[in-house]
């Protein structure tokens, strides 16, 4: 079942969005070479602490940390640790989330370590976010899910391939409906598929966390022996950007962008709900 949400409800979801955007830029700022990973989880419980908020990434299924830190070739669900230290060159997909009075928000982004990155990576990260913009656009009343889906993958088959052949949009995982929890129902597919139907109707009240994972080769993963690590099966790097959106009845409202999405979603012709807590 497909957990639809008051104005009331949307409204505490937007304090939970904001507390994750504040994690993003304090982690951003923190993603630097010679930080470890575990540095930037740290960062991420003082930003979570301060704001009175709780972790729904710490514990859940027995996940041991605030964030989830995928450097270069991991796709998702990388763990903080002491050893794994940032290098000039690198990238870093962070994701965070925070819950405030039971609703949650969930977000990530892709960050560059220092300096001296080939343009295909900044060129895969901005094809990964705006895909994940043109998802966003698509959630609109009377549309399906299967909008959202088809929005993302098509954007990104749209633009040019890189030098290693294709992007490869990751199967495993995708996005997911959020509210009294971090993952509910519906998932999400960044891809379109004729067995998973049209999905949902989206209405007033529907929330969702738009993540599309995306590679510089295969589109194929594999979980290392932590049980949550994943990588992709060929080494490419990937990159990894995700919002949690509402939709209201005066338009999208993105949660846990600091402007609600607006300067984004102008660009691209739509215009977003009023932020509940301005």
């Known amino acids: 079942m497909v957990e639809i949400k008051t104005p009331e409800q949307i409204a505490k979801m937007r304090e939970a969005g904001l507390v994750v955007a504040a994690i993003h830029e304090a982690t951003r700022a923190a993603a630097v070479p010679g ?6 989880d740290d960062v991420a419980r003082k930003v979570i602490a301060d704001h009175g908020a709780k972790s729904n990434f ?7 940390a605030t964030i989830c830190t995928s450097v270069n070739d991991i796709v998702v669900h990388g763990i903080p640790d002491r050893e794994t230290v940032l290098k000039d060159g690198d990238i870093i997909s962070i994701d965070a989330g925070a819950i405030v009075d039971g609703w949650h928000g969930d977000a990530a982004f892709t960050a560059f370590v220092g300096t001296g990155h080939a343009p295909e990576l900044y060129e895969l990260s901005r094809v990964t976010e705006e895909s994940m913009w043109a998802g966003i656009a698509a959630v609109r009343k009377g549309h399906r899910l299967v909008d959202i889906s088809k929005a993302i993958e098509g954007y990104i088959r749209r633009q040019p391939r890189p030098a290693s052949g294709k992007y490869g949009i990751i199967e495993d995982y995708g996005g997911h409906g959020i509210g009294t929890q971090m993952h509910m129902d519906p998932h999400l597919l960044n891809y379109v598929s ?13 929330c969702i966390a738009i993540e599309p994972m995306v590679s510089l080769g295969t589109a194929k993963t594999h979980v290392l022996a932590d049980d949550w690590t994943v990588k992709t099966d060929d080494g490419t790097w990937s990159s990894h950007w995700e919002h949690s959106v509402a939709l209201t009845e005066e338009g999208p409202l993105v949660l846990t962008a600091v402007d609600g999405g607006k300067a984004k979603l102008a660009e691209l012709g739509v215009e977003t709900a009023p932020d509940p807590l301005a």
């Open 194 to 206: 004729k067995k998973r139907g049209k999905g949902p109707r989206l209405v007033s009240g529907f």
């Open 58 to 64: 710490l514990g859940y299924g027995g996940f041991p």
């Open 35 to 40: 930080a470890s990973t575990k540095d930037l």
